[in-house]
Antibody
Framework: EVQLVESGGGLVKPGGSLRLSCAAS????????MSWVRQAPGKGLEWVGR??????????DYAAPVKGRFTISRDDSKNTLYLQMNSLKTEDTAVYYC??????????????????WGQGTLVTVSS | QSVLTQPPSVSGAPGQRVTISCTGS?????????VHWYQQLPGTAPKLLIY???NRPSGVPDRFSGSKSGTSASLAITGLQAEDEADYYC???????????FGTGTKVTVL
């Protein structure tokens, strides 16, 4: 059974830092492209960023609002994904989910939707 | 802000059919990127409902169907049931943003 378990959320002051972790099990983590998605209270889903597998280059991409402040990394030996958040702003307050793609193939194409999600961890940025 | 626009809410009586639109642009849906749909019940993580524009994962009732045309996509729910009351999000990829994008979200209310 696939499991993604986030941790590390909490209350932090504006300008502060926080590191989230996502422990993965039930699948070959080293082969997975992992993403972080957040949801501000009462708002919609927002993709934060992604890290590819090392075999696919291990590169990262970020959404514009967090680029330069957030860093995604992975430790394949520990099956763990990280999100280092610096220079936090009040608008970063959200539940942060880690998620990964699952490959679905039809007779003609393959697709990679986000199919596995953690339960989320709440980050509150407030003075 | 999201580049995929959905109506904030739709509603219907039990048994009725409702549709949710997802309007994008030439850099995402119109560029040929696939659309996926997610259902989110209150206080829970999103759940994949439709992948690759119109395909249902195993276990998703066939009351849910998806389609895509041009720069838009749609999710239809037929035979609406009380348990379908949730938030629904479309998702795709945007080449100009070099990242994934979600729709603004639609709350479905069963009257």
């Amino acid at each position: 059974e696939v499991q993604l378990v986030e941790s590390g959320g909490g209350l932090v002051k504006p300008g502060g830092s926080l590191r989230l972790s996502c422990a993965a099990s039930g699948f070959t983590f080293s082969n997975a492209w992992m993403s972080w998605v957040r949801q501000a209270p009462g708002k919609g889903l927002e993709w934060v960023g992604r890290i590819k597998s090392k075999t696919d280059g291990g590169t990262t991409d970020y959404a514009a609002p967090v680029k330069g402040r957030f860093t995604i990394s992975r430790d394949d030996s520990k099956n763990t994904l990280y999100l280092q958040m610096n220079s936090l702003k009040t608008e970063d307050t959200a539940v942060y989910y880690c998620t990964t793609r699952r490959k679905y193939c039809s007779s003609t194409s393959c697709y990679f939707p986000f199919d596995y999600w953690g339960q989320g961890t709440l980050v509150t940025v407030s003075s | 802000q999201s580049v995929l626009t959905q109506p904030p809410s739709v509603s219907g009586a039990p048994g009725q059919r409702v549709t949710i639109s997802c309007t994008g642009s030439s850099s995402n849906i119109g560029a040929g990127y696939n659309v996926h749909w997610y259902q989110q019940l209150p206080g829970t993580a999103p759940k994949l409902l439709i992948y690759g524009n119109s395909n249902r994962p195993s276990g998703v009732p066939d009351r849910f169907s998806g389609s895509k045309s041009g720069t838009s996509a749609s999710l239809a729910i037929t035979g609406l049931q009380a348990e379908d009351e949730a938030d629904y999000y479309c998702q795709s990829y945007d080449s100009s943003l070099s990242g994934y994008v979600f729709g603004t979200g639609t709350k479905v209310t069963v009257l």
